[in-house]
Each structure stands twice: as C-alpha cells, then as structure tokens.
C-alpha cells in the first residue's frame, strides 16, 4: 500500500515509519524541513514531501494516489510560552489533514489522538465507548480533543473514511517528551522529592503503540473503529521504583505533598513565561495536572482485534534508561 504520514520525524512516528517500510508499504512523509530524522527515513526508502500542517496545497500534493494517510503529528507539549500554539498545530493542523484527505479521495485515515481527550471518565478503566469526563486538564488534551470533534463531525456528515488511535503513557528508548524527561530527571538525580505517588497510568511501549497503527492501517473493514493503545496501569510510585530497581539508582527521600506541588508549579509556569525557558523539572501547570489526574484505560480491544501482543512495561523502561545512559 502507499500511505502519506505526518509526524513521521517524531518519536512515535520513526517508529511507525520504520514499521511500513519494514512491511513494503511505499510511504510518503511530510517534513517542513531537512533533519537527520528525515534524512534517515528518506535513506530507508520514504519519499520525503516538503510542506507544512497549514499548508494544503503540500498536504494534498503528497496525499494524492496514496491508499492511506496517517495523521501523527501533533504539538505533544505541556507548555509553551505561545499557548495558541496548541490550537494552530493539533487543531487547525487536523482539520487541514482531513479535508485534504476528502478533497483526494484518501481510502482510509489513521488519526492518532490521545487517551488524554477522555478526561476523567465515570468508566474505571475506560474504553473506546466509554463517555468522556467533563473538564481536560491541560491545553494538550483540549486541543486534541477539539481535533477528535471535528474527525468525527467529518466522519459522520462528510463519510471521513477514519479509524482512530488513543496512545497511552508512551515508554522507549530515546523519547525526549514528559514520560522519557521524567525517567532522566530519576536516574541523573535531578528531582529532589517525588511527586503524586499515587496517581495511576495506563502504560505503553512505543513499538506497540506503532503496531496497533499500522494493524489499524492495514485491517480491513474497521473504518470509523476506535483503539486504545495501553498495556499496564501503573501508579507513578510503583514506576518510579521500576525505574530505580532497573537503574540502580536511589529514589528521592522525600515526597513533596499534591498541593504544594501544584503551588510550585504555578509559580514555575509564571517564570516560565517571563523568561522562555521551559519550567524547571518540567513542573508547568499543566504537567502537573495531567499527573495528578492521572488516566485509567483498557488497551484489550487492540489485542482483540488488531492482535496486538503488548510489551512489559519492565522492557521499554530497560530500554528507556539503556538509551539515555548511552546517547
């Protein structure tokens, strides 16, 4: 088959970039510009599209011919000192992908959103049907769930041909987002209490999560299917000691209380924004919030039906603090 991919240069996405090529997909793949990342796939055989998410003439141009479009790239971030970001990229963005895939008469559409867009459910873990919670809790998770509003209105009242991904907690060897910073910031030392212990994730490796994409890509007669990618829940205290079993190295001594931790990271993201430089310990508001919230999810369907096996958690851990100790 001949799919266009967004995202391809990200972390999720050289995973799923790789696994095409690997099956003999022709892949085409967006990049607003040279990188080693880009490079590389071009190297394994991608043809590389120059363009941009708001830029039609590019998306369309690469996504003619194709069999399918996988939409991945995102703004995957908890602050940014320019918070209108948010919405150009993962809405603005999404809703330029799909109508472009429309206007070429794209088959079919893999759009990887986030468990994120849920919320709080009633459910306990949730899944695909369960009724999202009121309220997100960062400007990531609204973002990408006014993106999943406007997949699905064009899935109902235009025949969108679309069939979304819900990644978990993303784990592997070289992520340099919130999940990989947080496994750094451990094993260099660099956090001096811990911080909503309690807290649970639905943990998942990054390969699995490029499995259930392609699976979802390549199965046929699942248009407008929803999966979860999640292996493992997990509260962040009993991955916090995975981290330290598998690294060797001690855990901080002390646990820094959930309201004194959101009091710091308010005044974190104030200077943040006066300075430009990211909060330190990655305590933004947001983060923060996303870990006391927390996220409950059942990934069983993506076994069920893409026949996805997942991967230990203990595994991607291995191979997360592995990467970062060698790079």
Same mark, same amino acid.
């Given at each position: 088959?001949?799919? +266009?991919?967004?995202?391809?240069?990200?972390?999720?996405?050289?995973?799923?970039? !790789?696994?095409?090529?690997?099956?003999?997909?022709?892949?085409? %793949?967006?990049?607003?510009?040279?990188?080693?990342?880009?490079?590389?796939?071009?190297?394994?055989?991608?043809?590389?599209?120059?363009?941009?998410?708001?830029?039609?003439?590019?998306?369309? @141009?690469?996504? #003619?011919? %194709?069999?399918?479009?996988?939409?991945?790239?995102?703004?995957?971030? +908890? &602050?940014?000192?320019?918070?209108?970001?948010?919405?150009? =990229?993962?809405?603005?963005?999404?809703?330029?992908?799909?109508?472009?895939?429309?206007?070429?008469?794209?088959?079919? =559409?893999?759009?990887?959103?986030?468990?994120?867009?849920?919320?709080?459910?009633?459910?306990?873990?949730?899944?695909?049907?369960?009724? *999202?919670?009121?309220?997100?809790?960062?400007?990531?998770?609204?973002? /990408? @769930?006014?993106?999943?509003?406007?997949?699905?209105?064009?899935?109902?009242?235009?025949?969108? *041909?679309?069939?979304?991904?819900? *990644? %978990?907690?993303?784990?592997?060897?070289?992520? *340099?987002?919130?999940?990989?910073?947080?496994?750094?910031?451990?094993? /260099?030392?660099?956090?001096?209490?811990?911080?909503?212990?309690?807290?649970?994730?639905?943990?998942?490796?990054?390969?699995?999560?490029?499995?259930?994409?392609?699976?979802?890509?390549? /199965?046929? $007669?699942?248009?407008?299917? #929803?999966?979860?990618?999640?292996?493992?829940?997990?509260?962040? !205290?009993?991955?916090?000691?995975?981290?330290?079993?598998?690294?060797?190295? $001690?855990?901080?001594?002390?646990?820094?209380?959930? &309201?004194?931790?959101?009091?710091?990271?308010?005044?974190?993201?104030?200077?943040?924004?006066?300075?430009?430089?990211?909060?330190? &310990?990655?305590?933004?508001?947001?983060?923060?919030?996303?870990?006391?919230?927390?996220?409950?999810?059942? $990934?069983?369907?993506?076994?069920?039906?893409?026949?996805?096996?997942?991967?230990?958690?203990?595994?991607? =851990?291995?191979?997360?603090?592995?990467?970062?100790?060698?790079?």
């Amino acid at each position: 088959m001949k799919a +266009f991919m967004t995202g391809a240069t990200g972390f999720i996405g050289t995973h799923v970039a !790789r696994r095409l090529i690997a099956s003999r997909h022709e892949l085409r %793949c967006l990049v607003r510009r040279p990188s080693p990342a880009a490079r590389e796939l071009q190297s394994l055989g991608a043809t590389l599209v120059a363009g941009d998410l708001n830029n039609p003439a590019s998306l369309a @141009a690469g996504m #003619r011919g %194709c069999d399918w479009v996988i939409h991945l790239a995102g703004l995957y971030s +908890f &602050w940014e000192r320019n918070r209108q970001a948010f919405h150009n =990229v993962n809405v603005n963005g999404t809703r330029n992908v799909m109508e472009c895939a429309l206007e070429t008469g794209v088959p079919k =559409v893999v759009h990887v959103s986030t468990v994120g867009v849920f919320g709080k459910p009633a459910d306990s873990p949730f899944i695909e049907t369960s009724t *999202p919670g009121p309220t997100r809790c960062t400007e990531y998770y609204r973002t /990408k @769930a006014e993106a999943d509003v406007i997949v699905w209105d064009l899935h109902r009242s235009r025949n969108l *041909p679309v069939v979304v991904v819900y *990644p %978990c907690a993303v784990l592997g060897a070289g992520d *340099p987002k919130a999940t990989g910073q947080f496994i750094q910031n451990l094993i /260099k030392r660099r956090l001096p209490a811990t911080v909503f212990d309690d807290s649970v994730m639905t943990f998942v490796h990054v390969d699995d999560v490029a499995e259930v994409i392609v699976r979802a890509a390549e /199965k046929e $007669g699942n248009i407008g299917e #929803r999966y979860v990618a999640g292996s493992q829940r997990m509260s962040f !205290r009993e991955v916090s000691r995975l981290v330290s079993d598998v690294s060797g190295v $001690g855990l901080p001594k002390l646990q820094l209380p959930g &309201w004194l931790a959101m009091m710091n990271a308010h005044a974190l993201t104030w200077l943040a924004g006066l300075t430009g430089k990211s909060p330190m &310990w990655g305590m933004s508001v947001d983060q923060m919030q996303a870990m006391r919230e927390g996220f409950s999810a059942d $990934g069983s369907k993506a076994e069920r039906e893409l026949c996805v096996k997942y991967t230990p958690v203990r595994t991607a =851990v291995e191979e997360a603090i592995e990467s970062y100790r060698n790079g």
